[in-house]
Nanobody, 115 residues
Framework: QVQLVESGGGVVELGGSLRLSCVASGFPFSSYAMRWYRQVPGKERELVAG???????KYVDSVKGRFTISRDDAKSTVYLQMNSLNPEDTAVYYCNTLVQWTEYWGQGTQVTVSS
């Protein structure tokens, strides 16, 4: 079965960096686009970044120039490098993919940016 397992979250100071990882299993990872979402309590889940199978990337405006999504197909892993973090980036970050018309989510990893 499809599984997505995120890691790398934590508490970081204003201006700091974190690198999130999402290890995938149960499907041919290299054949599917991957996405990172985030959610703050009381708000809708927000698409942060996406990467296609040919490594075309797209970002929400608020993270452009600060976040970088990448993938390592040999390791079935997608990454989110987050730099210049600010308190508005505080959220639970989720890995996501769509496989055969079914959407899959990881359990999420908490990122907290302190000021």
């Amino acid at each position: 079965q499809v599984q997505l397992v995120e890691s790398g979250g934590g508490v970081v100071e204003l201006g700091g960096s974190l690198r999130l990882s999402c290890v995938a299993s149960g499907f041919p990872f290299s054949s599917y686009a991957m996405r990172w979402y985030r959610q703050v309590p009381g708000k809708e889940r927000e698409l942060v970044a996406g990467i296609t199978t040919s490594e075309i990337t797209k970002y929400v405006d608020s993270v452009k120039g600060r976040f970088t999504i990448s993938r390592d197909d040999a390791k079935s892993t997608v990454y989110l490098q987050m730099n210049s973090l600010n308190p508005e980036d505080t959220a639970v970050y989720y890995c996501n993919t769509l496989v055969q018309w079914t959407e899959y989510w990881g359990q999420g990893t908490q990122v907290t940016v302190s000021s």
